[in-house]
């Protein structure tokens, strides 16, 4: 049979239309084992035609479907059949394993990436995904992502660098490194949810140094920690009253940024005064239970229609960012209103204080929801170390209390 032209396409669907009987075109000449196949069916309102590419395989007749005509023209049908089927029907595998067989380009790595990250309910994907589209449109949104070298990489970062965003910098190669290392992995992942694949034989960020990190050691002493509070509950400018009362339950429960901005009304158990989290950034459930000041604050908050404590100022159906929240804190910090601490040193003070105030280090790791490795640790129960940890939080509740009373005593005298 002679290979098919649009004039005979066009005439078949003419004969679909009138006959109403269903009419399939096949490309080509030879009989072999597979084909490409225009598959033309007469419906109500239109006549639909999709190429298929067919297999016959174990005495069975196999279909993949490629596209629709006329959306998908001949030479398409064809250009697709011959790259992505030809090979596989010759070798005898099934065509339907068949994909895409162009090495997948810098655009399609890093939105699959993005996309694994959001799927796995990792809260950084949209930092990410805004970071990896600036990095695509420098290097070639269209270029193959296994054609890109490490000098490539090195002279995106190093201006970053030397304007002295060195921080930044080591992010932008985080981002980088990271999405070319799930592209390797993903390549024989059969979760992966990647529609091309990659062909990737190295990651070219692999060899670029990172930026030596600087382990935090600041804390806020407990006159710092009472001015600090204080000036929260009672700011000197307007400020959005969701940002300081999410700081203040920082403070008061020693938790992750992250984890208290996007806290909802379905996490907060008022009865036992626990606030209990399915999933956090150690991607391990935590649940633990605040202290009496953190749970009085909290049930002074009114939930948005959201369900958020924390409602974003800019778009209340999302919570506040943390990245808003940091911006929060440097802005009063700058204007010398606050102590010089950070959202993280808050998360520090928590630890040291908490030890003052006479809770174990065991317990205070699992109120801050360290990684542990026992036993007991890794399969989630929500009452596991919870008296343990009731006794934890009336200890630093105590110490929290007497702290700020100290303090309104010497206001006072």
């Known amino acids: 049979m002679p290979s098919l032209t649009d004039g005979e396409i066009r005439r078949a669907l003419k004969q ?232 203040q339950i920082i403070m008061l429960t020693g938790q992750r940024v992250e984890e208290i901005a996007r806290l909802h009304v379905d996490q907060w158990d008022a009865k036992e005064r626990i606030i209990d989290w399915t999933k956090t950034k150690n991607l391990q459930p935590h649940a633990v239970p605040v202290p009496s000041l953190a749970a009085e604050l909290i049930e002074s908050i009114i939930p948005n229609e959201h369900g958020w404590f924390f409602p974003s100022a800019k778009d209340p159906s999302k919570p506040v960012s943390h990245g808003t929240l940091y911006s929060f804190i440097w802005r009063q910090r700058d204007r010398g209103v606050i102590p010089h601490a950070t959202n993280r040193d808050l998360r520090r003070t928590f630890k040291t204080l908490a030890g003052k105030a006479g809770v174990p280090k065991e317990i205070r790791d699992r109120l801050q929801n360290h990684a542990l490795q026992d036993v007991s640790s890794k399969h989630y129960d929500r009452w596991n170390y919870m008296v343990e940890k009731r006794a934890g939080m009336a200890k630093w509740d105590k110490l929290v209390r007497a702290m700020l009373a100290k303090k309104r005593l010497k206001t006072a005298a």
């Open 16 to 247: 679909v239309e009138t006959t109403g009987k269903q009419l399939s075109l096949v490309d080509g000449e030879g009989h072999g084992t597979g084909r490409l196949v225009l598959v033309m069916k007469p419906m109500p309102t239109r006549v639909t035609a999709d190429w298929m590419a067919q297999q016959w395989r174990d005495e069975k007749r196999l279909k993949k479907k490629l596209g629709s005509y006329p959306s998908m023209p001949l030479s398409k049908a064809r250009e697709i059949f011959n790259r992505d089927f030809a090979d596989l029907i010759q070798k005898g595998r099934s065509i339907k394993i068949a994909g895409d067989t162009r090495p997948g380009t810098i655009a399609d790595l890093f939105e699959a990436y993005v996309a694994y990250l959001k799927e796995g309910g990792k809260s950084s994907w949209k930092e990410a995904e805004k970071g990896l589209n600036k990095i695509a449109d420098t290097l070639g949104r269209n270029r193959p992502a296994r054609d890109i070298e490490p000098d490539e990489i090195t002279a995106i970062i190093r201006p970053i660098y030397e304007r002295g965003k060195r921080s930044m910098a080591d992010h932008v190669r985080s981002y980088i490194r990271s999405a070319f290392s799930w592209g390797l992995k993903s390549e024989h992942d059969y979760r992966s949810t990647a529609a091309r694949r990659f062909r990737l034989t190295y990651n070219p960020a692999a060899g670029i140094p990172t930026e030596p990190k600087t382990i935090g050691t600041r804390w806020l002493s407990e006159e710092e920690f009472v001015r600090l509070y204080r000036w929260l509950e009672c700011p000197d400018t307007p400020i959005h009253p969701s940002y300081a009362r999410a700081v």
